[in-house]
Structure formats: C-alpha cells, structure tokens
C-alpha cells in the first residue's frame, strides 16, 4: 500500500504564495514521476505541473513563472512552490505519485488540498 498526503492548501489574498507539500509512504520503492494537478469546481482535472525522477519539469502555460516544483528522491516528496497567485488559481490541488517497481509502474492520487485565492 501506498499513502500519498498533500498539505498547505490554504486562503490567500491575489498575489499572495502558498507552498504545497506532498509526502509519499507506505511500499514506495521509486518514485519515477511526481505531478501536482488542480480541479476548479465545475472544471476538469489539470495538469499543473510535473518532474521527473532526473529533475527534469513541466509547466502548464498558465502558471508557468510562477510555480516551481521540486522533489526531495530521499524522503520520497515534493513541493509546489507557488507565487503571484491569481483567482484563477483557485482550486484543489491533488499529488499525483507513479511508483517504479521494475518494469512495473503504479500511480497513486493524494486526497487533495483546498487553495482559494481571494481578497
């Protein structure tokens, strides 16, 4: 079994930063690819973005600039660092986890964190 958790979800004024955090435990054994994703109500689930288990990253258009990702390959987390954020932003955002085991990769979805962004 694996547990994924996501924290740091909170409300914050336009052009404001939250830092999300995503821990994975349980029967981890790599972590190849680390995604945060946000679903706005009435809206479909995004991608927002993503890394690589060799650092490498992906944006989407709409928070390029302003969020970064990161990972800590160690202790089997990440975070979403995220700055300037704009109404739009609001949304839960989810930690998205694919295991490696070999050939065989597994993925996994935290429980989500709530960021509204509001004045």
């Known amino acids: 079994q694996v547990q994924v958790v996501e924290s740091g979800g909170g409300l914050v004024q336009p052009g404001g930063s939250l830092r999300l955090s995503c821990a994975a435990s349980g029967s981890i054994l790599s972590i190849y690819v680390m995604d945060w994703y946000r679903q706005a109500p009435g809206k479909e689930r995004e991608l927002v973005a993503r890394i690589s288990s060799g650092g490498n990253t992906y944006y989407a258009d709409s928070v390029k600039g302003r969020f970064a990702i990161s990972r800590d390959n160690a202790k089997n987390s990440g975070h979403l660092q995220m700055n300037n954020l704009k109404p739009e932003d609001t949304a839960v955002y989810y930690c998205?986890?694919?295991?490696?085991?070999?050939?065989?990769?597994?993925?996994?979805w935290g429980q989500g964190t709530q960021v509204t962004v509001s004045s």
């Open positions: 998205h986890v694919v295991n490696r085991d070999g050939a065989t990769l597994s993925t996994y």
